[in-house]
């Protein structure tokens, strides 16, 4: 997949491009979120969930003191990590990544370049940026590569 940009201005279009990926999702399949605190990568992930037909009394949260949030109950299970505190690749396999993908879980990363060693070869990798129409306006890059690291690396 060559990179796609898409312009997010404001949190229905955020929940329109999840609704988008969720559609097209299959068991297994992981999602490497990247862009700075307050980029959107947690309201991807709601709005994610939400597609996914997670119900709606299940608050979809950032788990950065936890490490992991695991959402049941939708069309696919959602597992959704924050490597904001792992040190590596080592600490996302401790936490178990592999055995969820195993059982079909669907795996959201977010600061996933901290943990890009870990990660499939097939992961789509979303960076999120400040986008330019206003406030609360992000632009989403997808990719089935790290473009964030491949954004550093020019």
């Not at 997010?8 to 605190?37: F, I, K, N, S, Y």
């Not at 669907?106 to 940026?129: F, G, K, Q």
């Amino acid at each position: 997949m060559p990179s796609e940009r898409v312009p997010l201005p404001d949190v229905a279009a955020t929940h329109r491009l999840a609704r988008r990926l969720a559609d097209a999702l299959q068991p297994g399949a992981v999602l490497a979120l990247t862009g700075e605190l307050g980029a959107g990568k947690t309201e991807l992930t709601r709005g994610l969930a939400r597609a996914l037909d997670v119900p709606g009394s299940v608050a979809v949260c950032s788990p950065s003191y936890l490490l992991l949030n695991l959402y049941r109950g939708g069309r696919l299970p959602l597992a959704h990590f924050d490597a904001y505190f792992m040190q590596g690749a080592d600490d996302l396999e401790r936490a178990g990544l592999a055995e969820l993908l195993a059982q079909g879980w669907v795996v959201v990363v977010e600061w996933a370049d901290r943990v890009a060693e870990a990660l499939p070869v097939d992961a789509l990798w979303i960076e999120l940026e400040p986008g330019e129409t206003g406030p609360g306006s992000r632009v989403a890059r997808l990719a089935t590569r790290d473009v964030a690291a491949e954004g550093r690396a020019r």
